[in-house]
């Protein structure tokens, strides 16, 4: 079982089976809803997911068969609603509070990813924010 919630916890949820794919969405709309170069996502069962604090979820229809659904009280984006295939509902990977145990098989929507994101990136990491000693 997986468990994942908001920034601020007012939405809980948990996955009651294993998940078996993920991808890397770099769709205009993902780049938007999430602010960043791009989203990390899984396609769960609809039947297996459990939303505790549902009544604090608002949703936005990004496009005729897609429905994003965030927490109306901090903004994180949690699932998307595939309204032509209810069975299935994409949950946003960042949301969750442990690991998956998997990592993403793919990117899609690389046409119109960021042009500012490379794919092949070999940027410095660090642990924590460099600077002010914390190296």
């Known amino acids: 079982m997986l468990t994942g919630s908001c920034l601020c916890g007012s939405v809980k949820y948990s996955i009651s089976t294993e998940i078996t794919h993920a991808e890397n969405c770099h769709c205009s709309m993902c780049r938007k809803a999430h602010g960043a170069a791009f989203s990390t996502n899984a396609l769960v069962p609809t039947a297996a997911l459990s939303i505790v604090g549902a009544e604090n979820l608002s949703s936005y229809r990004s496009s005729a068969n897609r429905e994003k659904l ?3 009280k901090c903004g994180s984006q949690l699932f998307i609603k595939r309204l032509n295939a209810p069975e299935g509902t994409v949950v946003t990977l960042g949301t969750l509070n442990e ?4 990592k993403p098989s793919r990117n899609v929507f690389v046409g119109s990813k960021a042009s500012w994101h490379d794919l ?3 940027l410095s990491s660090y642990q924590v924010y460099p600077g002010e000693g914390n190296e």
């Open 70 to 72: 965030f927490c109306s």
């Open 99 to 102: 690991d998956p145990l998997l």
């Open 120 to 122: 092949e990136s070999k």
